[in-house]
């Protein structure tokens, strides 16, 4: 098996390609090093999950510079994960969303196809659901309108993986929900939440404290794509996962979580961003039917070890990195 992770300096990205550098298992990474958010994160993000060295730059936008990888490493495996990220940032720049998330993937799956590569498991993303579905979110649930672009440029990822025509790569997705953990971006609001309190600034929280979360520990995520990875189960093609630990939690239970760990936060409530979807929670029926490892680090655990990660850095990077992200 050798594996090619696309978007590898990103967060989830470079989880999983460290952990594949740990079982010893054959995998390369590439990534454009964009500055959706600071460029010197994703640098030190690589450098101290140690992968630097089987990290490439590449812009999967560029077909011809993708192919050259692909012959030169030959994968039997794809982990798509590259993309523009951020609901609310697709209001503001749409362009990313359409280059990246829609040129990007169909380059990816286009090449893999070409290469012969066994499977393409790429992110799907729980915006995808929108408003109106009855919850626990199922994968057989009929999608109408996602609320932004980032959510119906997912959405299109799904249709164009389902749609275009097959040779012989297996296309499995995931719909990831609200992952979090060490090297989260600066964007997210756990990350942003834990800068505030180590920083001692005020957080500036634009969703109501009602608001629902089906939270994801970042290790988990990487611990699916490896069963999905070598799993010889050939039902998996063609199929679509929730990845989430099913019990969603209100922002009030997220912070009363950081209080009761010791991490004071000191919040000004902000109108609710309206593209902000109310609840997210998944069904977990169908990824225990196929024995993936359902995510089960609790909230309680993977905030202790976000926050002793951003303890970790120097909090000049951690400012510098959050201001990068507003």
């Known amino acids: 098996m050798k594996i090619l992770v696309t978007g590898a300096a990103g967060f989830i990205g470079g989880n999983l ?12 990474g590439i990534d454009s090093f964009t500055n959706y958010y600071s460029p ?5 993000r690589v450098n101290q999950l140690g992968i630097s060295e089987i990290v490439k730059t590449v812009d999967i936008g560029n077909e011809d510079e993708l192919r050259r990888v692909f012959k030169e490493f030959k994968p039997t495996h794809v982990v798509h994960l590259a993309a523009q990220g951020g609901v609310r940032a697709s209001k503001v720049d749409p362009k990313p969303y359409l280059l990246s998330n829609q040129v990007g993937f169909l380059n990816t799956l286009l090449i ?7 499977k393409f498991i790429y992110a799907s993303s729980s915006s995808v659901y929108g408003e109106g579905v009855k919850t626990p979110f199922k994968e057989s649930d009929q999608i109408s309108a996602p609320k932004s672009l980032y959510a119906l440029s997912k959405l299109s990822n799904e249709l164009i993986a389902k749609h275009f025509p097959v040779k012989s790569t297996e296309r499995i997705g995931l719909r990831l929900f609200t992952v979090y953990g060490p090297w989260g971006r600066p964007d997210m609001a756990i990350y942003r939440l834990l800068a505030s309190s180590l920083l001692n600034t005020n957080f500036e929280l634009s969703a109501g404290q009602d608001l629902k979360r089906d939270f994801t520990f970042v290790d988990d995520v990487s611990k699916v794509v490896l069963d999905i990875s070598s799993s010889s ?3 998996l093609s063609s199929n679509i996962f929730n990845v989430a630990g099913g019990k969603p939690y209100t922002i009030k239970e997220l912070l ?3 209080e009761d760990l010791g991490i004071h936060i000191k919040v000004n409530q902000k109108p609710q961003d309206e593209l902000d979807l109310n609840l997210t929670h998944a069904s977990t029926d169908k990824i225990q ?3 993936i490892s359902v ?7 993977g905030i202790e070890q976000t926050w002793s990660w951003i303890n970790s850095q120097s909090k000049n990077d951690i400012s510098k ?5 507003v």
Request: glycine share 6%; hydrophobic share 30%.
């Open 233 to 235: 189960d050939k039902d």
């Open 112 to 118: 893999s196809e070409e290469m012969g590569v066994e």
């Open 17 to 28: 390609l460290a952990k594949l550098k740990e079982t010893g298992i054959s995998s390369i």
């Open 256 to 258: 009363k979580t950081m």
């Open 40 to 44: 010197d994160m994703k640098e030190k």
């Open 321 to 325: 990195w959050l201001a990068s992200s």
């Open 295 to 301: 995510p089960e680090t609790t909230l309680k655990s």
């Open 289 to 291: 039917k196929f024995g």
